[in-house]
């Protein structure tokens, strides 16, 4: 069983860029969300995907973006990048309710804007 | 609206020591409870979950929390703490029917000296 995966591990973009971040979902797995943990702090939730439609969304404006393939794996894209995105990025998978009602989260994408 | 506090930022603790992290909540009922553990530059790793029923639950690496409704905490506690359980510590809440839709606190820091 293949746990959550992350591409890239490290990223350094210029303000106003944008990025793609890309997860591979765990095997069994079919809903994916996305956080940003800021330096320091807790990890928030940026928005979910399930079925391959978003499946609510946190507190981000809309330059924050996703997708899901029918693979289940996922994007998470940035558009115009401000230097306060900076920050791991970290994706979750999980099964539905009434399974094994777990979280498995990847290792993260550490973006730095400059 | 709900909330996650972790009053305590940083605690340090000698090795062979006990531990208790502090997690209070605020949300209309029952929500679902997890701690999790970050390594520097690593992902989130679950050490333990609360759904229902036993308020004491155990978890991996010898952790264990206890959840008091009264009180609205879920507090972590490890009888004796090990070097490699210096890290960063997460407590994090779901509402029953927000699954894949995690609200962390913004963590605790554990240092374990010799």
Known sequence: ??????????????????????????????????????????????????????????????????????????????????????????????????????????????LTVV | AQSVTQPDIHITVSEGASLELRCNYSYGATPYLFWYVQSPGQGLQLLLKYFSGDTLVQGIKGFEAEFKRSQSSFNLRKPSVHWSDAAEYFCALQPPDSWGKLQFGAGTQVVVTP
Do not use: M
Request: charged fraction near 15%; include cysteine; aromatic fraction near 12%.
């Open chain 1, 1 to 110: 069983e293949t746990g959550v995966t992350q591409s890239p591990t490290h990223l350094i973009k210029t303000r106003g860029q944008q990025v793609t971040l890309r997860c591979s979902s765990q095997s069994g797995h079919n809903t994916v969300s996305w956080y940003q943990q800021a330096l320091g702090q807790g990890p928030q939730f940026i928005f979910q995907y399930y079925r391959e439609e978003e499946n609510g969304r946190g507190n981000f404006p809309p330059r924050f973006s996703g997708l899901q393939f029918p693979n289940y794996s996922s994007e998470l894209n940035v558009n115009a990048l401000e230097l306060d995105d900076s920050a791991l990025y970290l994706c979750a998978s999980s099964s539905p309710p009434g399974q094994s009602y777990g979280y498995t989260f990847g290792s993260g994408t550490r």
